[in-house]
Every structure is written in C-alpha cells, then in structure tokens.
T-cell receptor, first 112, second 111 residues
Framework: DAKTTQPTSMDCAEGRAANLPCNHSTISGNEYVYWYRQIHSQGPQYIIHGLKNNETNEMASLIITEDRKSSTLILPHATLRDTAVYYCIVSRGQTGANNLFFGTGTRLTVIP | EADIYQTPRYLVIGTGKKITLECSQTMGHDKMYWYQQDPGMELHLIHYSYGVNSTEKGDLSSESTVSRIRTEHFPLTLESARPSHTSQYLC??????????FGSGTRLTVV
C-alpha cells in the first residue's frame, strides 16, 4: 500500500473549518484514501473514505485532487471535541488490503 | 455503542506469564486485525485474518499467536510476556470497501 505524508500538527479556531492535507503521490489506481482520527487513549475512529470523487458525510468532507496524489479532509465547523490525531492512509479497499501504514498523522488542536 | 469489544481494558502482569487478549465483534465482518501502538506512535500490524481458520502474520508477529475459530472472535496470545510487550493493543474489523472499526484497546503493562 502507498505511503502518505501529513503535517505533524495544526491548530484551528473553534467554529472555523479545519483543512487537513495529505500527500499520497505513489497511490495506485485501485487504492482508496481513508481518514481516521484518534482521541487520546482510544481506538482510531473511521471518518470518511473515497476513491476519485469528493465525498461528504455527517462528520466531514473529503476532497481528492484530479491526479489523486493528494487529498484534504475538511471539518466544516471544528469543535473542541475534534481535537485528535488525524490519520490519512491509502489502501486497497477490497480483499488483500491488510497491512495498513498509519504513519504518525496530524495532531489537530482546536482552540477556543 | 461499540460493535467491537476488547477485554481486558487494562492489564498488569509479571514477566514470563502467558496472556490472552480478547476481541469480539458483532458486525459479521470477515476481516479482523491486531495492531500495537505505543503512545503517540503509529500503529503496527501484528496479525490479521480474512475469515474463519485464516490467519496471517504482520510485521510484529514473532512473539504472539492468534486464532480464528469463529467469525466474531479473534483472540491474541502472548506465550511469555516481557517488559518490551508493554504497549496498547488495538483490535479492528472491517468489511470490503469499508473503513476499519476499532476497539477501545487493551493497555498492557508487563513488570
């Protein structure tokens, strides 16, 4: 599975949109982009995933560039509870996607 | 409400003891995984399974074993615990094309 690169940390004011970038320049055609977050001492929580098209759900939006080499996770109105480490990973979504590389993620701090 | 359960939540055990970390999921997922994570560090794959009677080793598998006798149950066993095993252990499951669902983890301390 392709590796990803994310900034180590970011700050965001409460109520503003948080935009978390991720580079995955070696992504292959059958690999999906997944986003998770992990709040201290808990297991990672699935947020959203996509292949080519932009995606939106109740938690966030995912914008994937046309060449698929990078993506951005958008939390439209960040709250203090969104403070967490956010992981961007790429993986084959079907059978065989097993050895995930979570990396060190982006530590997002939402500031009151 | 959690759909994947790990027990115990915390465990302190002496060196040389055999321990089993439990993981069960109620979603009928075929694929299950064990990860090890030190505080603030990335997740490392220990073992995974594609279904009943199917188990594979990840990067950190050499000192542990798993079994998958039932779809919903994927226990991890350390035959002889060592202080280097002190870490958080995360169990996860997934369905094809979907994201992982993680348990709350077991925080293991070996003294």
């Amino acid at each position: 599975d392709a590796k990803t690169t994310q900034p180590t940390s970011m700050d965001c004011a409460e109520g503003r949109a948080a935009n978390l970038p991720c580079n995955h320049s070696t992504i292959s055609g059958n690999e999906y982009v997944y986003w998770y977050r992990q709040i201290h001492s808990q297991g990672p929580q699935y947020i959203i995933h996509g292949l080519k098209n932009n995606e939106t759900n109740e938690m966030a939006s995912l914008i994937i560039t046309e060449d698929r080499k990078s993506s951005t996770l958008i939390l439209p109105h960040a709250t203090l509870r969104d403070t967490a480490v956010y992981y961007c990973i790429v993986s084959r979504g079907q059978t065989g996607a097993n050895n995930l590389f979570f990396g060190t993620g982006t530590r997002l701090t939402v500031i009151p | 409400e959690a759909d994947i359960y790990q027990t115990p939540r915390y465990l302190v055990i002496g060196t040389g003891k055999k321990i089993t970390l439990e993981c069960s999921q109620t979603m009928g997922h075929d694929k299950m995984y064990w990860y090890q994570q030190d505080p603030g560090m990335e997740l490392h794959l220990i073992h995974y399974s594609y279904g009943v009677n199917s188990t594979e080793k990840g990067d950190l598998s050499s000192e542990s074993t798993v079994s998958r006798i039932r779809t919903e149950h994927f226990p991890l066993t350390l035959e002889s615990a060592r202080p280097s095993h002190t870490s958080q252990y995360l169990c996860a499951s997934r369905r094809d094309g979907r994201g992982y669902t993680f348990g709350s983890g077991t925080r293991l301390t070996v003294v």
